[in-house]
């Protein structure tokens, strides 16, 4: 990656990735400005700033020229004459709002600074970071500005820390880690990730008009609502052209992103945490650090941002699996629910190792009373009644059958009914003076308190001891109401949101380390932490709690735009005994093939004829499961426009190719051409499932599928070339 330092232009500043440009500049000493962000190395011959407009304030010491309110700005402050949305808000000692950063310096570093209790991204190899500081000087505050490029994914990170150096306190009421204003003006549309629970990141694209795009959580969780990622693309960009900027933030907690644009046509994106249940205080001496925000560009339409995003991802923020490949799990949370115990789970491990299965993961059920979903919460130890010789020999004796074993838990969160709630009522997160709302019959912990998440570890080392677990699944199935800590002083009680944050990602880290070959599956009643803050520490994500393969395909196909394919966790399941159905069955592999396939059902009361064909299904997985987590993703047709999902990966240069089509619902229609246009053209392929033989010509002219009037219908090929 390159940075580079002109000193003589004001100075200006140039972060370079292999396909993309980032330029900004110093003006008169102390304003720094954004000039531009393009997908070219070489960045844009001369960058414009807008034109000045009447209404605008401007500084005397600056000129109308470089308004405030019309610049581009790189670091925009709330107060002083921008009236677009701002960057940074510091109430001063006085009481008001008006803050103003001017240029200070800058530095470089070898690598990349990590964390202060966030996750991050990694350095790779090579890669320096560009440090830009500036000074709010009757505050005293400081802030720098922290910009790493990684050049083969075309990704920059952002991010800034806040520094106290002043003699009195202020507070932080608004921090985003990303500001950037975008120009000449142009014809734009936002695309987002919306959904509810069992309807996680359908997709939303509208045209941008002058009005602000808000998407954004205040749920203390980034949530099924809402995702973090989002992108803004030309109105005409499609998958395989067009230009399209993407972005991200490495953060579970409340988020706020928005796009707006102004009287010149200048777009100002923003990402960072959001101002609801937020506001800091910051001491002399004190400093605050941001959560890093992502971002990339493409010229080259929706399909070059998501392998751009996704190779970035697997790189440089999910925790690597500790097996070479992701487990073929059996859950058994739709099978039995919360009745485990150490006979249900033995038979189910007996059969699912038989049947070619890796994991037995033992879903919610296993602990203090937790019987059904009104008790038990918070008390991390098995239930004697059902496991009867204890954690460590049940769990031995399961993996006696040749099985790995996982185990569920939801740390956070409390049952009114729970022995840890009778000894500390004053745990939880709540507003003196008014009622706690539960949802699912349960509270959360306060995890600003460091007592909460000790107990905790305690907890969970006293009944993990010698228990050879390979697998957890860390789920969270409320959101933050009445948010209050009763381990906060009053004038810090705009931190809980935060700081409950930062207590859930100290035990999360507490987690990898203490367990360094456990892999650790993240779950929200689904895929309502589907980030890259809990990608972090976890290396898969239960995607949804909605496994039919009919809505499945819509939400996978959303979660594909800024997350790789192998964190994406996906399970075939029997509502209704459609395993029995070998069209079912088929249908549901390949729509589970997509992501991480795993299974969740009783293999009880499964005929012999589909137990074997679900041991072929895994046998035939194994074959390609690399493709899925290691391959580029080509997406040929969007459902939700055409009621079906064609992708393809590529993988060992083009010579390995899987190719599927989903089509849940009936159609009507012609044929359509689904052009595989990275196959090798001097090359034969064959399907390793059908024997059958096509050249990479072919291959790239199209494979004609004919719509079903059928639902469930689906065509996947296994291509692999010919070695010469
Ligand atoms: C919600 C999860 O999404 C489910 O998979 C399951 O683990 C339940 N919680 C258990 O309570």
């Known amino acids: 990656m390159s940075v580079s330092v002109d000193l003589k232009k ?45 209404f605008s304030p401007y500084r005397t010491d600056a000129g109308p020229e470089l308004s405030a309110d019309i610049v581009l700005s790189e670091f925009p402050a709330f107060g002083s004459g921008d009236f677009r949305g701002d960057a940074v808000r510091v109430r001063n000692p006085e009481g008001n709002e008006t803050t103003c950063f001017l240029y200070r310096g800058y530095r470089v570093l070898d690598g990349k600074p990590q964390g202060e209790g966030l996750p991050c991204a990694r350095p790779l190899p090579g890669c320096r970071t560009l440090v830009l500081t500036l000074r709010d000087e009757h505050t005293g505050v400081e802030a720098d500005l922290f910009y790493t490029a990684y050049e083969d994914t075309d990704v920059l990170i952002r991010s800034v820390r806040l520094r106290n ?78 230009l399209v900027y993407a972005f991200n933030l490495i953060y579970s907690g409340n988020f706020e992103n928005t796009v707006e644009q102004d009287q010149n046509g200048v777009v100002r994106v923003r990402s960072g945490l959001h101002p609801d249940h ?91 009373k937790r019987v059904n979903d009104r008790a038990g919460l918070g008390d ?43 000894a500390h009522p004053d745990w939880v997160i709540a507003s003196p003076g008014y009622m706690r709302s539960e949802s699912r019959n349960q509270l959360v912990l306060d995890f600003t308190n460091p007592a909460v998440v000790q107990n905790l570890k305690e ?8 228990v050879p677990l390979d697998y957890i699944k860390w789920d969270f199935n409320r959101h933050l109401s009445e948010v209050g800590s009763s381990c906060l002083p009053p004038e810090r009680q705009g931190e809980t949101a935060h700081r409950y944050m930062l207590g859930v990602y100290g035990l999360y880290d507490w987690f990898a380390r203490t367990y360094p070959g456990v892999m650790i599956e993240n779950c929200s009643g689904g895929g309502g932490r589907y980030d890259l803050g809990m990608m972090a520490y976890s290396s898969q994500i239960w995607t949804s709690d909605n496994t039919e393969p009919s809505d499945r395909v819509f939400i996978q196909y959303g979660s594909s735009l800024g997350y790789p394919a192998e964190v994406m966790s996906c399970h075939v399941s029997n509502h209704g005994g459609a395993i029995e159905k070998e069209r079912n069955r088929e249908f549901m592999f390949a729509v589970a093939t997509q992501g991480v396939l795993g299974y969740e059902f009783s293999l009880k009361n499964v005929s012999m004829e589909a137990k074997e064909a679900i041991a072929g299904q895994i046998r035939r997985y194994r074959t390609f499961a690399h493709l899925v987590e290691e391959g580029d993703l080509y997406r040929l047709s969007d459902p939700h426009a055409t009621g079906r999902s064609v992708f393809y990966y590529a993988g060992q240069g083009q010579k390995e190719i899987l190719f599927t089509y989903l089509q849940p619902a009936p159609l009507a229609g012609r044929e359509t051409r689904y052009r595989i246009h990275r196959a090798l053209p001097g090359k034969t392929y064959t399907d390793l499932f059908t024997g059958k033989k096509y050249t990479g010509a072919e291959l790239r002219e199209g494979i004609r599928v004919r719509p079903d009037p059928d639902s469930f219908s689906f065509l996947q090929m296994y291509l692999r070339a010919e070695e010469e």
Not at 281 to 291: D, H, I, M, N, V
Not at 341 to 363: H, I, K, P, Q, T
Not at 394 to 415: L, Q
């Open 459 to 466: 907890q969970f080392e006293k009944t993990f001891r010698d």
């Open 10 to 54: 004001g100075p200006a500043f140039c972060l370079r990735t292999r396909h993309t440009c980032y330029t900004m500049h110093v003006e008169q000493g102390k304003f720094l400005l954004h000039d531009a962000y393009v997908p070219s190395r070489k960045g844009v011959a001369e960058a414009k700033q807008p034109p000045y407009r009447s």
């Open 165 to 242: 150096t002043g003699k009195e306190a202020v507070r932080i009421e608004n921090l985003k880690s990303l500001s950037l204003d975008l120009y000449p003006a142009g014809n734009w549309d936002v695309l987002d990730l919306y959904g509810a629970h069992c309807a996680e990141r359908m997709t939303e694209r509208l045209p941008l008009g002058h009005a602000r795009v808000v998407m954004a959580s205040s749920r203390g969780a980034s949530s099924h609502f809402m995702n973090p990622f989002f992108v803004l693309c030309d109105r005409r960009a499609t998958e395989d052209r067009g």
């Open 380 to 422: 991390w130890t098995p239930n004697p009644g059902r496991f009867p010789e204890g954690l460590p020999e049940f769990v031995r004796a399961v993996k006696a059958d040749g099985i790995r074993f996982g185990i569920w838990i939801e740390p956070e969160m409390v049952n009114p009914d729970s022995d840890l709630y009778r």
């Open 278 to 368: 937020f506001s800091w205080l910051l001491e002399p001496g004190q400093s605050f650090r941001a959560p890093e925000a992502v971002l990339t560009c493409s010229r080259e339409g929706l399909g070059r941002m998501s392998r751009n995003m996704h190779a970035f991802v697997r790189r440089a923020v999910l925790r690597p699996c500790p097996t070479d490949r992701h487990p073929v799990v059996l859950n058994t949370w739709e099978g039995t629910f919360f009745d485990v115990s150490s006979a249900v789970v033995r038979e189910y491990a007996a059969d699912a190792s038989r049947l070619g299965f890796d994991m037995l993961v033992m879903d919610d059920g296993w602990f203090g």
